[in-house]
C-alpha cells in the first residue's frame, strides 16, 4: 500500500515537472557563429578548470562549464556585460554631484586598479588634479622703518 503511494506521488510530482517544463516558451536557438563562440569558451572554460587557475574546486568548476555549454545550446545565454555595466554605474548613484562624475570616471576604467574579488575586494583610484588661480604674494619683510632724521 505504501509502496503504491509512492509510486502515485511519483507519478504526479513527474507528470506536473513535464507539464512545468513544456509550458514554459521554446529558448531561441543560437546560430553557428554563437555556437562556434560557445564551444571557443567552453575550451577556455575547461583548460582553465584543469590547469586550477578558477576559485573553484575541479569538479564544480567542470560541472559549471558543461551547464554553461547546454544553456549556450539552448540559447539561454546573451550578452551578459550589459547588466554588469548598469550595475557598476548603479553605485554611482547616491554620491553628491563631482563625486559621481568621479565615481562614474572610476567604473568606466579611468585611474587605476588594483585588487580582486578573490582577494577581498577591488580598489579604483582616480587623481585629479585641479589647478586654480595663483594665490597672492604677501610680503615677508619687516615693516617699512621711517627713515632717521638729519641731524643738524
Known amino acids: 500500500m505504501k509502496s ?6 511519483s507519478l504526479t510530482c513527474t507528470l506536473l515537472l513535464c507539464g512545468v517544463a513544456q509550458a514554459a ?11 562556434s563562440a560557445a564551444q571557443a569558451r567552453y575550451a577556455q572554460d575547461i ?4 590547469s586550477g587557475g578558477s576559485h573553484q574546486d575541479r569538479a564544480t568548476c ?5 551547464a554553461a555549454l547546454a544553456e549556450a545550446r539552448r540559447g ?10 548598469a550595475n557598476q554605474l ?14 562614474i570616471a572610476r567604473m568606466q576604467g579611468e585611474g587605476t ?5 578573490a582577494g577581498g575586494g577591488i580598489y579604483r583610484e582616480l587623481v585629479t588634479r585641479e589647478t586654480g588661480p595663483a594665490p597672492v604674494a ?3 619683510t619687516d615693516p617699512v622703518r621711517p627713515a632717521p632724521l638729519p641731524q643738524r
Open 47 to 50: 583548460a582553465l578548470c584543469k
Open 62 to 66: 567542470l560541472r559549471e562549464a558543461g
Open 113 to 117: 586598479t588594483s585588487g580582486s574579488v
Open 4 to 9: 503504491n503511494l509512492l509510486r502515485l506521488s
Open 90 to 103: 548603479k553605485r554611482c548613484d547616491p554620491l553628491p554631484g563631482d563625486q559621481r562624475q568621479d565615481c
Open 25 to 35: 516558451p521554446p529558448a531561441a536557438k543560437p546560430g553557428a557563429e554563437d555556437w
Open 138 to 140: 604677501t610680503p615677508t
Open 76 to 85: 539561454g545565454l546573451g550578452d551578459s556585460s550589459a547588466p554588469y555595466a
